[in-house]
Every structure is written in structure tokens, then in C-alpha cells.
């Protein structure tokens, strides 16, 4: 039995595909299934899993990257409680909920966010408003979903007093969802290559279907697209992660922009009921005024009639806006989450400019956050020829082997970071996590203090680098590393003790 049977059938039955990269981790889920089974060899492992269910899906839980968290790309719950929502309440006949669908929810943090976003701007009535759903292929996520109780790290880009607001404090490490937002959303177990979903999963008027198309090829995402389009009314609205507009512009739906932000509509936006309408703002105005009106602080904001905007445009392609070719255009629209955008304006100054290592750090930052490894580090590398002491290309190429797996060549490159600018504070983290991975207590221990040295000394810490926004979040790592030192102390004390 090779590799290749058991890659086609984990494609045939639910699409995700393993190639280049993701090899290594079919191959590790494989074994570890092996032994925990008892399997004699491959060929009897691949018997279980074609006559066993569960099988099947013990093995896809392993597989499946369930990377999620409260409040991602905030943008878009933002277009969808300011435009979307109030466009389906002035169409809706009658007073049943607005139904909303996130397909591959992982562990919940997206509706639950999407809940959030709703009693924020509906107050008491969202509860009755809206009726929100989630479905994953993943048991265990979905486990973890209806239970409803999140670490620190879930909670990553929310901001503090909605956690506040929607949670419940469990323990030191542990946040529960307050009971009436867990109610209101209801978890089910679905593939999305299969058309079969629960006769209460039917009808929605909004799907999120984002993050979860990268890790399916173009003709399994049309097949997948095809099934969410029987699922959804006729006027209704498909929203797919930022970064994955072109990828799913498959003609199954109509891409649709407005106010810089793409999602799809089932129905051509013309033949919507026309809505009373005021001249469009520029782009750019637009996000930054609504980005403050999405606030949780503007109460107010809730009892203000639905925001009649321009009408959405459909859009043809290629359609990204022109951009001008500047690293720092480039370097906004990252900072944006409008990666396709960004990539255009990248690929036009390469064009002028091939040495041009700004450039060809912040496309190998994008192609990094896409996971196309190869090409992250081809351009990382690139960058190092032409800057040989770049601290950007020896942290990206330090990320690229760590989400590689390759542990040794990614402490390599990080140490290389820290030598060149010992104040690259992410690098010493990396390495802290990457040594205390490998069970190098000593060298983790001294690696998270380097980083609170660092991040207690300067009010606005410098991350020693000069142009990839990573995004760190500084009094997040700085958590890690105090937690991360007190169980490694803990540790050391029960050895010794
Ligand atoms: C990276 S998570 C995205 C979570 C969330 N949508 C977000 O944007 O944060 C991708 C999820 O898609 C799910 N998934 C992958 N293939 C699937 C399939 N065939 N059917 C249903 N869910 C699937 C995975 O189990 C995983 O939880």
C-alpha cells in the first residue's frame, strides 16, 4: 500500500489534499494511527479505514489544521453587521431568524465571534434575531465547540472587555462562553464535499466559509461552493477569508466589492431589491469610519436605522484595484489583510525593481501566512542575497522551517536573527518555544527571559526588525513567557524535589 492510496482517498472522500509540504504530516498522522490501532502494516490500516467510519475520521481529526481564534479578520464582521445583516432584516417578509452558517467552524471561536459582533450592534434581541450554526468535519473541534471554554491564546485579537462581556473566567488559563451565547449557536458534524446536511442546517442567509478552501484543490472548492450554494437562499451571501477571493471566484457565485472588502452573493446584486442609496465614499474612508464605528463602545451605534451605502458592485475579472508599486502601498494593504491586493502591488515594483529586498521580504511574509513554504523561503532567500544580514529573511526563513517541522534548520535561522540584532525579541521567543519543544529546559528558560528582558525595558519594545509586520502581539508573548516559565520552574522543582 503507497502513500498515493491513502492521499486519494482521504481526497475522494473529503478533499483535503497532501501535497509537497503537507506530506509530512499525512505521514506522521498515518503512523501515529498505526500504532495507537495495532494495525499490522499499511495495507491493514488502509482496510480499517475503508470499512470503519470512525476510523476515517480519528484519522482526519489528526490532519486537519484547526488554526482559528475570536475576532479574525474583523472586517468582515464588521461588513456584515453594518451592510449585510441590515440588508437581509429590510428584505425579510416575515420575523424568522436570520440564518448564518460557518462551514469548517473548527472549535467555535468563529460564530461565537460572529454572536458577539451581533449583540454588540442588536443588544438582547440578537437572541432572537439570529439563529447561527457550525459545521466541521472534525469531531474533536466540534467537542470543543459546543463545550465552549477557550485559553488565552483564543483570545488573541479580542479585545478585553468583550471577553469580559460574553465569558466567564473558569480558571487561571480558562474562559467559558456565557451559557445564552453558547445556546444560540448549534454544532454539527458535516463533510462539505458531501451534499447531505441536517434538515436544520438548511436555508441560510449568510455562509462564512473562510480559512477552509486553502486546503482544498480548484475543481474539490467548485464541488464544495456547489453544495453551499444549495444551502443558501436565493439572496443570500457567501463570505470567504480575505486573503482567498480569487481562489474562489469560480463562477458559482457572483464576486461581489464593497467598501474595499470582496464576498460573493448568490444572486446577481442588480436583481436585489433596490435599496435607497448614498454616494459611495472612497475606500479607504469608508473602513477607517466604519472600523470606528464598529467599536463595542458605540452603543448608540445599535438603534441607528440600516446604513444605506452605494450599491455592491459586481466585479469582473481581474479585479483588483489598481495599486501604485511602493513597498510601503504594499506594507499597508498587508497590514489591511488585502493579500491579493498586496501581491499585485509586490509583483509590479519586482517588475521595476528586482532588487528590491523590501519587496521580496513582505511576498515571502504573504506566501509565508498562505503556507506555500517553497516559495516563502525562494523569496526570503532571495531577499538574503541581496541584504546578507537581514534579520526579516532569517526570522521568515526561521518560520518557514519551523511550520516545516524542521526544528533544527529553524533554531538555526533564529539564532542567526538574534545574532544579527540581538533585540529581535519574536526570534528568542521562537527559539524559547522551539527548546522547550525539544525538552532543552536550560536554553528555553534562558530564551523566554532575554524576551521579558527585552519587552520590560522599552514601553514600545522594537522588534529589531525592518519592514515584515509580524504581528506579535507583545503582552500576549509576554503572558507565554511568564507562563511558559513558571511550568518550566514547576517542572524543574518536581525533578528535583
Ligand atoms: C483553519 S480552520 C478555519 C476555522 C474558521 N473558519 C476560521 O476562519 O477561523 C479549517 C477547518 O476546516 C475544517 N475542514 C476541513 N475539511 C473539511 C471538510 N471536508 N468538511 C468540513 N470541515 C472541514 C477543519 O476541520 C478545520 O476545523
Same mark, same amino acid.
Given at each position: ?105 473548527? =472549535?467555535? *471561536? ?53 471577553? *469580559? ?47 477552509? =478552501? ?141 532588487? =528590491? ?19 516563502? *523561503? *525562494? ?119
Amino acid at each position: 500500500m503507497k502513500l498515493t492510496d491513502f492521499k486519494a482517498l482521504i481526497k475522494q472522500r473529503c478533499g483535503l489534499t497532501f501535497e509537497g509540504v503537507g506530506e509530512a504530516s499525512l505521514v506522521s498522522g498515518l503512523q501515529k494511527r498505526i500504532a495507537e490501532t495495532g494495525a499490522k502494516n499499511a495495507s491493514a490500516y488502509y482496510a480499517s479505514l475503508m470499512a470503519d467510519e470512525h476510523e476515517f475520521h480519528e484519522l482526519i481529526a489528526l490532519l486537519t489544521i484547526n488554526e482559528t481564534y475570536f475576532y479574525r479578520e474583523p472586517e468582515q464582521l464588521q461588513l456584515l453587521v453594518n451592510s449585510l445583516i441590515p440588508r437581509i432584516l429590510t428584505r425579510k417578509q416575515d420575523a424568522s431568524p436570520v440564518r448564518i452558517l460557518c462551514a469548517g467552524c473548527s =472549535s467555535g *471561536e468563529e460564530p461565537y465571534s460572529i454572536a458577539i459582533a451581533l449583540r454588540e450592534k442588536y443588544g438582547e434581541s440578537a437572541a432572537s434575531l439570529f439563529m447561527l450554526a457550525g459545521g466541521d468535519i472534525d469531531k474533536g473541534a466540534l467537542e470543543k465547540a459546543r463545550i465552549g471554554c477557550y485559553t488565552e491564546f483564543s483570545f488573541r485579537s479580542l479585545a478585553p472587555e468583550l471577553r *469580559e462581556r460574553y465569558f466567564n473566567r473558569q480558571d487561571k488559563r480558562i474562559w467559558g462562553v456565557k451559557d445564552d451565547l453558547r445556546q444560540q449557536v448549534h454544532f454539527y458534524h458535516v463533510n462539505l464535499l458531501v451534499a447531505r446536511h441536517p434538515d436544520d442546517a438548511q436555508n441560510f442567509d449568510i455562509i462564512f466559509f473562510r480559512n477552509v =478552501s486553502i486546503y482544498f484543490d480548484m475543481p474539490t472548492r467548485r464541488v464544495i461552493q456547489q453544495h453551499l450554494a444549495t444551502l443558501l437562499n436565493d439572496d443570500g451571501y457567501l463570505i470567504t477569508g480575505i486573503a482567498e477571493t480569487l481562489a474562489n471566484n469560480l463562477g458559482v457565485f457572483n464576486l461581489v466589492e464593497e467598501g474595499g472588502l470582496f464576498y460573493f452573493a448568490k444572486q446577481h446584486p442588480g436583481s436585489a431589491k433596490p435599496l435607497l442609496l448614498k454616494p459611495k465614499p472612497p475606500a479607504h474612508q469608508t473602513e477607517a469610519t466604519s472600523r470606528t464605528a464598529f467599536s463595542p463602545h458605540r452603543a448608540t451605534q445599535a438603534s441607528t436605522p440600516p446604513v444605506r451605502e452605494a450599491p455592491p458592485q459586481v466585479v469582473p475579472l481581474p479585479l483588483l484595484t489598481p495599486v501604485t508599486a511602493s513597498a510601503e502601498e504594499a506594507l499597508r494593504l498587508i497590514q489591511e489583510k488585502r493579500y491579493d491586493e498586496a501581491m499585485t502591488a509586490l509583483a509590479l515594483l519586482l517588475e521595476q525593481y528586482p532588487g =528590491s529586498s523590501a519587496a521580496l521580504l513582505l511576498k515571502a511574509h504573504i506566501l509565508l501566512h498562505r503556507k506555500d513554504y517553497a516559495a516563502a *523561503e *525562494e523569496s526570503a532567500q532571495q531577499a538574503l542575497g541581496i541584504e546578507p544580514w537581514s534579520t526579516d529573511a532569517f526570522v521568515l526563513l526561521g518560520l518557514v522551517a519551523k511550520w516545516r517541522n524542521q526544528a533544527d534548520t529553524a533554531v538555526k535561522w533564529f539564532k542567526q536573527a538574534v545574532y544579527a540584532r540581538n533585540e529581535c525579541w519574536p526570534a528568542h521567543y521562537y527559539l524559547g518555544e522551539l527548546y522547550r519543544a525539544d525538552s532543552k529546559v536550560d536554553n528555553a528558560r534562558r530564551a523566554y527571559r532575554v524576551v521579558l528582558q527585552l519587552l520590560a525595558a522599552q514601553q514600545a519594545p522594537n522588534d529589531g526588525l525592518s519592514i515584515i509586520p509580524l504581528g506579535l502581539p507583545v503582552s500576549e508573548v509576554r503572558f507565554l513567557c511568564e507562563h511558559q516559565l513558571a511550568k518550566l520552574d514547576d517542572g524543574h522543582k518536581a525533578i528535583s524535589g
